[in-house]
Nanobody, 122 residues
Framework: QVQLTESGGGLVQAGGSLRLSCTASGRSFSLYAMGWFRQAPGKEREFVAAHSRTERNTYYRGSVKGRFAISRDNAKNTVYLQMNNLKPEDTAVYYC???????????????WGQGTQVTVSS
């Protein structure tokens, strides 16, 4: 069982930055691919970014490429999402997720955090 705890959300003006953190309980963090998803009001949850287990392979949805960066520190059991040049359309609840094994497009994730709100004002 893995428990995920997100932090770092908040209110920011358009063009600003936030860094989300997600810390996992338990051991064997490096066995999990990690992802960030978001859900805006009235919309379905969507993929934002993912990081492979230990290699430096990262994946992004098109609308955040060049603005967001996912990274992980396996020694701290933590994955980060650095979000720069934020736009009002980035407003959503952001969720961290962990999936055993490596990442591939469309894979499911096994564990989810409770979410953290990101609000970008225009």
């Amino acid at each position: 069982q893995v428990q995920l705890t997100e932090s770092g959300g908040g209110l920011v003006q358009a063009g600003g930055s936030l860094r989300l953190s997600c810390t996992a309980s338990g051991r064997s963090f490096s066995l999990y691919a990690m992802g960030w998803f978001r859900q805006a009001p009235g919309k379905e949850r969507e993929f934002v970014a993912a990081h492979s287990r230990t290699e430096r392979n990262t994946y992004y949805r098109g609308s955040v490429k060049g603005r967001f960066a996912i990274s992980r520190d396996n020694a701290k059991n933590t994955v980060y999402l650095q979000m720069n040049n934020l736009k009002p359309e980035d407003t959503a609840v952001y969720y961290c997720a962990a999936g055993i094994g490596d990442y591939y497009a469309g894979r499911s994730f096994d564990y989810w955090g409770q979410g953290t709100q990101v609000t970008v004002s225009s």
